[in-house]
């Protein structure tokens, strides 16, 4: 089975641009979760969505936000980006709500 | 959200058992524990979780405090290829939110 894709796998964008990041789940997967990764902070929640519906919001600004296709595939989008956005970007999916999340490898944002 | 506490940084001999604690005092009646580990310029993953009892997979065994409170991943034998940053977290079932702690990072000698 096809573990979790997400592309690219590095982007350099400017401030004030905006980017969208891509996650394709596992399989039959109809959870995905998106997370902030940096240095300082550590990893992050920022939302999960199940069945196109986001369920839970983590504590960002409304620059960041995301969608659900019907194929489960999901996109974060960031807006007007700031140098503090430079990050690793992962995504999750799962089969439901506790059970384990299986990790993509990331998209690394630079934000120059 | 509940968090989660952990020791930053453990050492452990190769072919040694190590244990990593893990406290999370507000965890609530819904929430699964679940333990994740990251190598360098990797996602995390899944090693091992469980609700109330004891549990033992291939890679780990997780032991939970009968008040919850509390859990240990223990590594049977520690190997060279398990030196990572290992994180407990709390998944509540009514949804993926979740909430991360710093991780303990495992350092493994030869």
């Known amino acids: 089975k096809a573990g979790v894709t997400q592309t690219p796998r590095y982007l350099i964008k400017t401030r004030g641009q905006q980017v969208t990041l891509s996650c394709s789940p596992i399989?039959?997967?109809?959870?995905v979760s998106w997370y902030q990764q940096t240095p300082g902070q550590g990893l992050q929640f920022l939302f999960e969505?199940?069945?196109?519906?986001?369920?839970n919001k983590g504590n960002f600004p409304g620059r960041f936000s995301g969608r659900q296709f019907s194929n489960s595939r999901s996109e974060m989008n960031v807006s007007t980006l700031e140098l503090g956005d430079s990050a690793l970007y992962l995504c999750?999916?799962?089969?439901?709500?506790?059970?384990?999340?299986?990790f993509g490898n990331g998209t690394r944002l630079t934000v120059t | 959200d509940a968090k989660t506490t952990q020791p930053n940084s453990m050492e452990s001999n190769e072919e040694e058992p190590v244990h990593l604690p893990c406290n999370h005092s507000?965890?609530?009646?819904?929430?699964?524990i679940h333990w994740y580990r990251q190598l360098p310029s990797q996602g995390p993953e899944y090693v091992i979780h469980?609700?109330?009892s004891n549990v033992n997979n291939r890679m780990a065994s997780l032991a939970i405090a009968e008040d919850r409170k509390s859990s240990t991943l223990i590594l049977h034998r520690a190997t060279l290829r398990d030196a990572a940053v290992y994180y407990c977290?709390?998944?509540?079932?009514?949804?993926?939110?979740?909430?991360f702690g710093g991780g303990t990072r495992l350092m493994v000698k030869p």
């Open positions: 507000t965890i609530s009646g819904t929430d699964y």
């Open positions: 977290i709390l998944l509540n079932n009514a949804g993926n939110m979740l909430t």
């Open positions: 969505y199940f069945s196109e519906t986001q369920r």
């Open positions: 469980g609700l109330t």
């Open positions: 999750a999916s799962s089969l439901r709500a506790g059970s384990p999340l299986h």
């Open positions: 399989s039959g997967h109809r959870s």
